[in-house]
């Protein structure tokens, strides 16, 4: 099975979005051209796009079933999600715009838009505003301060 980088997988039709973030490259499996990601769509470290079911190759080596059975789907992830650190995304699965994956998910099937979810396999915990609302108290707003600034400012704040 070959793995592709982000640009030759864009080359082999992964369609993906403006402002797409890749903390590392993902593995994007053999099939990269069945995969949409859409707008504002952060991923971060060892995320997994798979778009084949692996479990035929046991289908066809069994008497009289065909020898070239597969199974494939696409993913098509919306604008403006977050996919945690080492989730694995199955064949056929949708992911709406405005959601949040949580780290170590597998995602087994569609997750709606505006929703936050996770676990083995990923379920909805909960909505967008619902995650406001529990966080909104821990919220920083530091998104743009300077690498060094940042660093006094956490260390500072979260002391031992």
Known sequence: ????????????????????GFTDTPNFGSEPYLITIG???TFSF???????????RV?????????????????TIGKNCFIGCR?????????GDNVIIG???????????????CGVPCKVIGTIDEYIEKHKDEFEYMVSMP???????????LKK
């Open 103 to 117: 780290a170590g998910s597998v995602v087994t099937r569609d997750i709606p838009s505006n929703t936050v979810a």
């Open 147 to 157: 690498y060094e600034q940042k660093k006094r400012y956490l260390l500072n704040k």
């Open 1 to 20: 099975m070959k793995t592709y980088s982000i640009e030759e997988a864009k080359k082999q039709g992964m369609q993906v979005g403006k402002n797409v």
């Open 39 to 41: 707008d504002d769509t």
């Open 87 to 95: 989730v694995t995304i199955l064949p056929n699965v949708t992911i």
């Open 59 to 75: 289908i066809r080596k069994l008497p009289n079933q065909n020898k070239e059975t597969v199974i494939y789907g696409r993913i």
């Open 46 to 56: 060892d995320v997994a796009f798979v778009n084949h079911d692996g479990g035929t």
